[in-house]
């Protein structure tokens, strides 16, 4: 059973991380997919309760593993259940799934079609095979791809997101990537900095420059009529947008325990420094908060630039 969170606290975001088992054993990965940690039903049950049951109105709720679509039963019960529950308490529960895409079909898109669940889909653009492997060493991008075309074909493009890996020995190819995900289907992005290699002054450097690329793409896409998004400028925007707190979404691993610290770096003390996650995720931020501000001073008038500050905000509050 999960410890409990005082009823007094309004969770806005959660992540639920539902087992350690995967179908892929990527090179990056801190999990122990050997490890055989999943959630139980109870456990599923008794958090999402608490969870949608706690003060407040909104309720953002990411499911993640490991490989969360390796306990589909589990995983479609449980968003059943958040949808009786937001109904029975009156709120807003905004629910996303994180997935490698490999185990995605026409039944359980049109699943989340229908339950209005937000899909994100990690792909890690021309490195892909080299970082995000099977077991026997073989690369799983042509199933990756060939998930998020079904995905892309069934769901909406509000509904959908890449979680696009940024290696810092690959971030020379990030922009493009990032505009290869956009001729996919994708019209949300959300850069994901791979952590535990070294990020080097270079590398830091290149992101910067890369960024700058991206953000040219994306006031591009907006005057074009088909706008781009990312989501840590879009949570930004929500958050400016709404006038509310922007804080850590509570994590929730496969025993049902809420913590502070995301599963993945539970148990990967002796690879994982702090020091450096801090200052990777803060580089991202800082580009994408140089990036938001321009868009709500762009947004202050009237036309295209107004109408994607609406969108974004939306998306900010989806995963």
């Known amino acids: 059973m999960p410890t409990s969170v005082r009823t007094d606290c309004d969770v806005l975001r959660a992540r639920i991380a539902i087992t350690s088992d995967c179908n892929l054993r990527c090179s990056y990965c801190f999990i122990d997919k050997e490890r055989g940690e999943r959630m139980s039903r109870s456990a599923a049950r008794a958090v999402l309760d608490e969870l949608i049951s706690s003060p407040g109105p909104l309720k953002v709720i990411g499911i993640y593993g490991g490989e969360p679509m390796t306990r589909w039963p589990l995983l479609e019960e449980m968003i059943l259940r958040a949808r009786f529950l937001e109904k029975e308490r009156g709120k807003t529960v905004r629910l996303s799934v994180a997935t490698n895409g490999l185990l995605l ?19 890690d653009g021309r490195f892909h095979d080299r970082y995000r492997r099977h077991g026997d060493g073989r690369g799983s991008a042509r199933q990756a791809e060939r998930g998020a075309a079904l995905a892309a074909s069934i769901l909406p493009p509000e509904q959908l997101t890449a979680l696009q890996g940024v290696h810092p020995q690959a ?23 791979i952590q535990g290699p070294a990020w080097t002054r270079s590398a830091r450097s290149l992101f910067s420059r890369r960024f700058a690329r991206v953000r040219a793409r994306v006031e591009g896409s907006i005057r074009d009529g088909v706008p781009a998004f ?6 930004m925007l929500f958050h400016s947008i709404s006038g509310s707190e922007d804080r850590p ?40 908060s140089a990036l938001a501000r321009r868009l709500l ?22 995963q």
């Open 105 to 123: 079909d026409a039944a359980s898109l049109g699943f989340f079609r229908r339950e209005r669940v937000h899909l994100c889909i990690s792909l």
């Open 171 to 193: 971030v020379s190819g990030m922009a493009a990537d990032f505009s290869r995900l956009l001729s996919l289907g994708f019209r949300n992005v959300n850069f994901e900095m």
């Open 230 to 235: 990312l989501q840590p400028v879009n949570r």
């Open 249 to 288: 979404a509570l994590q929730v691993h496969p025993s049902g325990r809420f913590s502070d610290m995301p599963y993945p770096f539970a148990h990967a003390e002796a690879r994982f420094r702090a020091e450096s996650l801090g200052s990777i995720l803060e580089l991202r931020q800082r580009a994408a």
């Open 297 to 318: 001073l762009l947004g202050g008038r009237r036309g295209a630039f107004a109408d994607y500050l609406r969108q974004a905000a939306d998306l900010g509050c989806s």
